[in-house]
């Protein structure tokens, strides 16, 4: 069990990044970007690809923060930054337009088969007791808890993290106080983009390179996000997780198709019973 | 004012009704088949999309065999023409796209329905309606149906076949044996599990089945479960994304201890290239004829013909060999039973098809040694057609066989 | 939206001719089976599409649902069809139902949310469906799919392919007809009254989740009819035609042709079908197309190519001033009942925002609530029409209590208000001020979409009341006008007369006048003292204490969330307290207006 549990963190992990995306754009731009988890597949594929050239995993990982951060911004640029001041579904359509769009860039290339994404670590997977655990999986868990807590505290102890909270709630407030709203949202935006594309390394090898990957972990960040709360920095670290192991356990319990149903289930019993998540914030209606 | 802004808004779509009507009224109605002119086989398959690279293939070696048809003086003195229309696998599209075809001047001869039985399915009622022969490599028993489908042919084997070759092969290996079986849980358990049971038990060995979601990331839980029951051998299949998770998953289970057979889903990716050696110990996929490699001097003119003809001899192939031989085949097949019948008529070719006197070479058609009879419109596998051995890696697109 | 009354007969005749044109084009020889099999499709997509535009495009609601509900229609369709019996009317019938309800139950999440999590949640759903089909695959056929579906029947005559597509116009053409009339109606307006705003919604009696749930049903039913059509015309099921690529071609569709739209959606639809269908160019890069089109059309046209066409034809319409408008006319008679707010108390997480406060307002007076920023004025105002609950203390009306209701009861219970920032959605100024009374008289979605007597006769109480209430606040002269391209000033009085509209028992002002220029407020205070003098009773929150000196009865100062004292205007004026705390000015303020 004990494998499985691991396993299932592992995975949680992965969901856990892809929901800390969310909530850094949604803290200083009030956007969630659809195309967050769609950086890290396609990540995966250039990953895959650089190393079949034989490059070495850091170069891999500086063309990925490169090309992160280039085609973050040219998204920021198309289907972000005009819409600024429209109401909520004008960028959840674009947003989702430009995920579309990297599908289709990827199976240009690659069909619906998964590839295998090679570990710059070690590969050899470790006897425990109740199974074997890759070493992929330990760094997947160090690394979003890392990521989670280290975005937490920047967001709510640092000045650069506030005063980006801040320019999000109130922007008339910020421009007084000299804060620039335009160029703090475009810059954790960009980041974030940078965050989904350089964990391409880290997650690929759990997950192997696949398209389908694209809706399934943009889903899986949205329950996280609903499980968390919309947010916040550290429920989307737990509640990744949380899913993880959730996952691993109902599909070692039940039927194999109960496993997607199943989150889907936590999904929506956390927004009917508890809508804000587990470290959100209450809101009282106001006119 | 009101008016005119009514007649604006219900106008549009009674002009754009009109002229529809009139663009088509140029496409002419009236079905009639042509006596002297080329014999014509429409394609519908996908050439893009998520299957395109398979749909490609079969198309390359579908054209491939009429080529060489063509430049041997034709079938019964007439040319053979192909029609390529792109469905995406999607069996809405293709329907959609056999009817446009079918409402043109020129009917098709031969109607190759697509890669998946999905769309075999959703065209095939039409071309029994419309009596015309339908060929596609599926494995569905649902098409195995005369009733309904008098005209349809499929060119590969059912599972049922495959399955029962597997369980022949377990009993060579000392005994009765627990065999799990590890599949998906989509159509394909669907078609895997019930013959599986079947055969298994009458080959003497008992059974216990272990599925997993198609789009699982973690899938060692289904071995774990498997070696749980017991099992000394495992039957894994799985298509897609999910083949190279499969072999993950049986590693990490620590279930490559026990020995597996892989079924037709993952004999027709190159798995090779997603796996490790450490995590396909002990594993024997189903090979069919020409997924296992053939040497170069060792092929038959036609499979030489083949490579040469869909560009094997130029680069590597972005499918697998089989693939384009299944296309190849259908043509040959078709070509043998329109020889014999004489003309391209469906009662006839069928009754030819079921009673064919030629032998696979001189039909010159690549895998399955016996084809149809009046009882069954799939091909069966000859005792060798089937073999189940250890594979090191890729060449030519075949696997190497360890050993 | 426009006002234009639609003439009654000249738009059933044109309906009805082109549904004769395109019924009869087969038999006519002008249409051969490989087109009608793709007008059917069309059809088809344009009536999956009206569903979303209803959840979508009119109450602002975007849900991906349609594909699952279009599947559930599909699946239990050919399910009837070969296990119970092979009718194509009852499989109609009984899809529409299975729609309704499918279509309700996934907008329950909806109801608490809205916005992302909607759109997320029924994006899970649709990918959800494979799996779904598999746990039923007796009945479903599974991932295998459903095959066997019989050739339809109806009414024991069998129906060939023309026949089908006969069916289909049929179907289509009367459920356009009866999305129409959902759409151009009071119902309609609701819809787009919720997408300005919920709180607007409420605040004028319309119960929010009544009328998103009533949108969600809606949006399913058309989707569930069309897969109907859709399992007859394939003989097969398979769960992949109900995923994700559908649900994009539909999403797409929706904004092509402007989710807004009724005959829009025809267009966007044919682009959709007969678009991609006929160019095998975009093969590969038929998702990336997808992706870019969503991406364009997302940013550049909000109302799709039919919104483009409308927008470039709406001439420039002149903004007229509130020195423009007519002098206010008839006077109103409009019995106002007594508002008693006691003991009053509320806390925001720590802050307490009010303590104990209470006043009493009568029929035909005008109680200003007045004080410094933060002493609670508008929290009060809030608790009075519902939109917060009161932590202690009443408010009753006429001694009935309406604290503790919601915000859209107690707005029926009579309490109607204005803003402090006009919520007005985009209509004509007529339309505005009418939809103050869609809580009144109402009528049901069946005699809305089928023009019953019953509608009627709401929609003639409509338009008289939004006459005279325009009449007696000057407004006629803009009454055709878009309100919300209207100045800050007219702007507020089409609130007011909007509030009025809806023969309220009491009426709340939050900060009226703030913002507008001294022709404007005397337009406003005119207005007010009509409403007095015909019996109302008035309650204003107002910074303005020159205006409140001329308007208002009786003053009522809050501060620090406890109310310190009352009196008629002039001995507020003086009152010592009020003076230091708040006016200032020693000797009071001149009465202004």
Known sequence: MFASIVSGMALGAVYALVAVGYNLTWLTGKAINFAQAGFAVAGMFLAVWCYGQGLSPVAVFAILVAAGGLVATVEYVVALRPLRGRGEHAELITTLGFSTIIQGVILLFVSDDALRVPFFGPEQLIDVPGGRIAPVELVLVAVAVVVGLGAHLWATRTRSGLAALAQSEDRDAALVLGIRPERISFVVFVVSGVLGSVMAPLAGPKTFAAVALVSLLAIKGFVVLALGGVGSLLGALVGGLAIGVVEAVVVRLTDAAFQNIAVFGIFIVTLLVRPRGLFGERKERYV | MKSSRILRRAVLPAVAAVVLSALTACGGVGASSDDSGPYRILDVGPQTGFSGANGKALDAGLRAAVDDLNRGGGLNGRQVEVVTKDDQTDPTKAVTLLREELSGRDQPDLVVTGVSSNESLAMAPLLTREKIIGMSNISSPKLDDREQFPYFFSTAIQQRDLMAAAARFLGTQGGPKRVALVVQDDALRQAVEPVFTEQMAVAGHTTSVHPFAPDSLDIAPAFEAAKAAGADWIYVDAVGAAVPRVFEGRLKAGAETIPAIGGSGIGTTAFTDNSTPAQRAGFHPALYPLTAYIAPEKRSPELTTLFERVGGNSGPLPMPISIYAYGWDTVRIWAAGVRQAGSADAEAVTKALENLRVSKQEGGWLMWSRLYGPNTHFPQPGPDDVIFKQVTGRQDTMFVTAG | MNAVRRSPVLLPVMWLAVTLVVLAAPYAGLLDESWTHQLILVALLALIVSGLNISFGHAGELSFASAAMYGAGAYVSGYLAMEVLNDFALALVVSAVVGLLLGLLTGVPGLRLGGWMLAVASFFLVLLVPDVVQIFSEQTGGNQGMSGIPLPELFGFELGDTGLYVVTVLVTSAWFALFRNLVVSRLGRSLTVLRESPVLASSLGISVFGLKLKAYALSGLPAAMAGTIFAYLNGFNAPGSFGIELTMAVLTASILGGSRSVYGVFLGAAVMQLGPMRTTAFGDYALIAYGVLLVIVGVLIPGGIVGLVRRRRRTAQPATTAAGQAEATARLTMPGRRLEVSGVSKDFGGVRALTGAGFVAGPGEV????????????????????????????????????????????????????????????????????????????????????????????????????????????????????????????????????????????????????????????????????VRDGGGTVVLVEHDFGLVRSLADRVVVLSQGQVVTEGTPAEIAVHPEVLQHYLGAPGGVEARA
């Open chain 3, 367 to 530: 109680v200003a609530l007045i004080g410094p920023n933060g002493s609670g004025k508008t929290t009060l105002l809030n608790l009075i029409s519902g939109f917060y609950r009161v932590d202690a203390g009443t408010v009753r009306l006429d001694g009935v209590t309406v604290s503790g209701r919601p915000a859209a009861a107690v707005a029926r219970a009579g309490v109607r208000r204005t803003f402090q920032t006009p919520l007005i959605p985009g209509m004509s100024v007529r339309e505005v001020v009418a939809s103050g009374r869609f809580s009144l008289d109402r009528a049901g979605i069946v005699a809305t979409v089928l023009r019953l007597p019953r509608y009627r006769r709401a929609l003639r109480r409509d338009r008289a009341a939004a006459d005279e209430m325009l009449a007696a606040a000057g407004l006629s002269g803009v009454a055709a006008h878009r309100a919300d391209a209207l100045p800050l000033g007219t702007r507020r009085v089409v609130e007011l007369a909007r509030a009025l509209a809806g023969e309220p028992a009491v009426l709340l002002l939050d900060e009226a006048a703030s913002g507008l220029d001294e022709k404007e407020v005397a337009a406003l205070a005119a207005l007010v003292r009509a």
